[in-house]
Every structure is written in C-alpha cells, then in structure tokens.
C-alpha cells in the first residue's frame, strides 16, 4: 500500500539539498551550522526551529511557496502571503507590470504566473495571434502551450525546432528549480506535440555564430518578424504570488521586425 504521510521538514530539506545538488557537508558550511546538526534535522531525529527553515530554505534557493510547506511541515505558521494578484495590497505591483506592458509597445509583452498562464499583455501580443484555434485562447491561456501547439503559433513559426528546444529546456529548468509536478506534467504534455509540417525531420540546430540568442522566428501579414525575448521577475518579492509572477518582453531583432511592428500599432 502506498503510504499516506506527509513528509517531514526534515525530509522536505534533504529534498531541496539534493535538488540542488549538494552534500550535507556542503550545506552545512553555506549555512555555518555543523554538519552532525543537518544530518539530526533532515533524519527528523532533531526539530528544526522557524528561524533554521527559513535559514536553510534561504541558502537552497527554496521557492516562497515551498518555503512555507516546509514551515508548516514543522508546525510553524507560514512567512509568506498569498493574495490573489487582483488583492488592494498588490496594487502597486499590478500598476508597476501594466506600465511595462503598455510602455513596451509597440513590441509585444505579456506576464505570466508560475504555470506560464497569462495574467496580462499588451496589444501587441493579440497582434500576432491571427489563425490560433479558438480553444488555445480560451482562459486560462497557457502561452507555451499556445506557442507548440500544432493549432497555436508553431505553423507560423519560422525556426520551431531552435524554439521548442530553447522553450523545453527553459521549462525542464523550472521543474529542476521547483520540483512542480504541475509543470512536469505540462512539460511532458508539451513534448507530445507533434511537429508542424514545416518543421517535421528539422532537428534543432546551434546558436548562429556571432549570434547573441535564440530568437523567435514568426511568420505574419506583415512579413517574417525576428525577436529576442527578455525575462523580468520581483527581485525582492516576499509574497508568494508576486514572486511567481514573470514579465517577458520581445525585442525586435532586426530593423524590418521594428518597421513592421510599428506599422502594426499605427494600423491600430
């Protein structure tokens, strides 16, 4: 039978350590405690008190949200808030992403909570989304799925092999950082795609050289456009919503991408 325990704090921290690869030796002077004192914590043969989780779960790089599982696992109310992302006391932060968005333009933005769902985008973005099937842009819109998909984004896009492996690699990483079954399960969802035909047989290939990034490639009404992706998250954020929250922003790679994008916005 298959058991039912939830696990310890101890064993929630030996799960962290070794996610990110370290020994107890290793830890244990990160964290200047002695190593005999993380090996009594993780076997649950000593308790760890509300300020070692923290400590620990700092020096692990352990995400808010885990954080205060790992707290409540050793019998410690949680350190971070949740609010919704519509709550009064996030306002400020809603207005700081809306004003990247809008200032962003005419080139394409969009944030996204920790699942990749979107949560806001500029007009830009809505721009470049003629031909995806309905359903794909149903709410919750998932932007990786609406990128792979076969009724999403990947017939329009140009260099699909380079981009599915840029997108896949960058999620496996955030599975590797969270442990999220969630997203693993979106990960191997998204693996079962099927290539669109103008990509069936292509096998991803290097970084041009003298390239900088993998770009995104999109085929459009106004011609093929070239972007470089950028990543902005709260640095400090101490509730757990906020610190899932991520803003990506497109940059024209090229100057005929930048013409055409400005073309787009004064078309309206």
């Known amino acids: 039978m298959m058991s039912t325990e939830r696990p310890t704090a101890g064993a929630l921290l030996r799960h962290w350590r070794q996610q990110r690869r370290l020994s107890q030796m290793a830890l244990a002077l990160e964290a200047e405690i002695s190593q005999r004192h993380l090996s009594y914590l993780e076997a649950g043969r000593a308790m760890p008190s509300r300020a070692m989780v923290l400590h620990l ?3 692990l790089r352990v995400p808010l949200r885990e954080r205060n599982a790992i707290l409540a696992a050793a019998g410690f109310a949680p350190a971070y808030g949740e609010r ?6 996030l306002a400020a932060a809603r207005q700081a992403v809306e004003r990247i968005l809008h200032g962003h333009m005419p080139h394409p933005a969009l944030a996204v909570d920790r699942y990749w769902t979107l949560l806001s985008a500029n007009a830009a973005v809505f721009r470049l989304l003629g031909g995806v099937s309905g359903p794909l842009m149903q709410p919750p819109v998932n932007v990786l799925r609406l990128s792979l998909h076969p009724e999403g984004l990947a017939p329009r896009i140009l260099n ?3 981009w599915r492996a840029h997108l ?8 590797q950082a969270s442990s999220d079954a969630a997203l693993l399960r979106l990960l191997e969802e998204l693996k079962g795609y099927p290539p669109p035909p103008q990509a069936r047989g292509a096998r991803a290939a290097p970084v ?9 490639r999109l085929a459009g009404v106004a011609g093929p ?4 992706s950028t990543t902005t998250v709260f640095g400090t954020a101490v509730d757990v ?11 024209p790679a090229d100057d005929a991408t930048a013409t055409a994008m400005a073309r787009l916005a004064a078309a309206g």
């Open 84 to 89: 919704p992302l519509q709550a009064p006391e």
């Open 168 to 175: 896949l690699a960058r999620l496996a990483h955030e599975v």
């Open 208 to 216: 041009e050289e003298g390239g900088i990034a993998v770009p995104l």
């Open 241 to 251: 919503t906020l610190s899932e929250v991520t803003i990506e922003a497109f940059f």
């Open 160 to 162: 699909f092999a380079e």
């Open 225 to 228: 456009l070239s972007f470089l």
């Open 57 to 59: 779960t700092e020096q």
